[in-house]
């Protein structure tokens, strides 16, 4: 995801390059500025927003670091094409004296690229804060395009930052469902149909569908595993009673399955469960996706049934919707949010569950939340939901960016992102590996996360 340039008094600067397409059908590379304020978690936005931790820390000052992930798609082969592209944007714009620029090639030639992984690189070397300060002046992102071999440097003005849900208000608009409303302004009795949903969402169905789905080889959004996976997530849904559909939306890429459980009074009012099934491992080719994201997609399916077996329906419309594509970039979700934007369906909650089934060391009884671009009345309603119906909970703001619920949000829904814990995503000690498999989850956190998601999209649907 894009994020506009922030620089703090006190941290690491860090670029991160990441794959968006252009109405021209260009491809191109977003460099978007952001702050690590701990140097112990110096690390890199990837290319779909997780933030991904180095495998060393580097021994630079602030200003002297950027870091340029490519995507898995295109390897930074040329670092050398990338720097002069880099340092001729960001030194002629700034000083347009002869010496000026006498005196930045001088630091060009001084600059030096560290390989981080195959995909991933630093630059180090003075005069770089240039760049950092250039985008920030002018709320923009740095845009580098690949066009037949030529590379350019130039800016794309961008959204402002968003802000932190933490400090935004949580008022309930009128344009929220009655119960919603009627649950916000202080009903606090559990509904027993509910409550009888949140049961049925068990560690041992969770672990089990986790399972299933880690076997798969690799769930890579391009793979066979992931056209695999499709097909049997069609089948699981199917099983479980609700209707599916599935939309092709790139090609080469396993499509997205959609379940769908009609509403019975109000069916044109409609609550999503998303979470992305693709799976994404940078040390090898096998790619697990235990946490990132079996579980996710583990607790859609565990939910589906128990949706289904305790209440005698809803009375909106309710859609589980597996995507694709979010390790290349929130592509499966952005297309889905995209097509029914344009359909005009109403969606009155969009909640997304990414990565829920680790805890750091003591934490096996906090759920995370997103706390940027997301809807702040639906992030509370949907904490208080979840320490209602998961006694002994309590719930935490995570800036761990970022996820399908984003698609969604960008085209005006309420949305809501459900995370393990208050950390970020790299605190997973096997984010992004062939490491990333069932027996690293924690079973009893896996449970109270799920368990907080399908009370939150239980209730909303409100259950008759």
């Not at 789905?213 to 890579?220: M, T």
């Not at 379940?259 to 999503?272: F, M, N, Q, R, Y």
């Not at 509370?380 to 979840?386: F, G, H, N, R």
């Amino acid at each position: 995801m894009m994020t506009v340039a922030s620089v703090g008094a006190v941290g690491i600067t860090i670029l991160a390059l990441m794959a968006i397409a252009c109405a021209e059908g260009h491809m191109f590379h977003t460099l978007s500025s952001s702050t690590v304020v701990n140097e112990d978690l110096l690390g890199v936005y990837g290319p779909h927003g997780h933030h991904t931790a180095l495998l060393s820390p580097l021994p630079v000052s602030a200003d002297d670091l950027i870091i340029l992930d490519s995507l898995s798609s295109i390897p930074i082969d040329n670092s050398s094409i990338i720097l002069d592209s880099l340092h001729s944007l960001c030194s002629t714009r700034r000083h347009s004296s002869p010496s000026d620029h006498h005196r930045h090639d001088r630091h060009r030639s001084s600059l030096d690229v560290t390989v981080l992984s195959p995909h991933v690189v630093a630059v180090i070397g003075p005069r770089l804060a240039d760049c950092v300060e250039l985008v920030k002046e002018n709320n923009a992102e740095l845009v580098l395009e690949l066009n037949s071999g030529a590379v350019e440097v130039g800016m794309r003005k961008v959204r402002d930052v968003p802000v932190p849900v933490s400090a935004q208000g949580s008022v309930v608009p009128d344009s929220a469902p009655e119960w919603i409303k009627s649950f916000a302004a202080g009903a606090s009795e559990i509904n027993p149909k509910v409550a009888e949903v949140v049961a049925a969402m068990t560690a041992d169905e969770l672990m089990a569908n986790v399972e299933a789905l880690s076997a798969i080889y690799s769930r890579v959004s391009t793979s066979p595993g992931a056209l695999d996976a499709a097909d049997l997530l069609e089948l699981w849904y199917t099983q479980a009673g609700w209707t599916v559909t599935r939309q092709p939306y790139k090609e080469g890429y396993s499509d997205n399955v959609i379940a769908e459980l009609p509403g019975k009074t109000d069916p044109e009012a409609i609550v999503v469960a998303v979470a992305h099934y693709d799976s994404r491992a940078d040390d090898s080719t096998r790619a697990p996706g235990a946490d990132d994201n079996g579980s996710g997609t583990a607790a859609l399916l565990n939910m589906a049934r128990a949706l289904t077996s305790h209440a005698a329906g809803y009375a909106c419309t309710i859609r589980l919707v597996s995507v694709s594509g979010e390790e290349q970039g929130l592509l499966g979700s952005e297309a889905y949010a995209k097509a029914i934007k344009a359909r005009g369906d109403n969606v009155v909650m969009a909640v997304n569950a990414d990565m829920l089934g680790w805890a750091p060391e003591g934490d096996t009884h906090v759920v995370g939340f997103k706390d940027k671009s997301v809807t702040p009345w639906a992030v509370s309603l949907a904490q208080t939901i979840t320490t209602l119906y998961v006694p002994g909970t309590t719930t935490a703001f995570s800036n761990s960016c970022c996820s399908d619920y984003i698609s969604f949000y960008n085209e005006g829904y309420p949305a809501v992102g459900f995370f393990e814990s208050a950390v970020t995503a790299s605190a997973y000690p096997y984010y992004h590996t062939s490491k990333d498999l069932p027996s690293a989850l924690e079973p009893e956190h896996f449970e109270v996360t799920a368990r907080g998601f399908a009370a939150t999209i239980a209730l909303w649907a409100d259950p008759i």
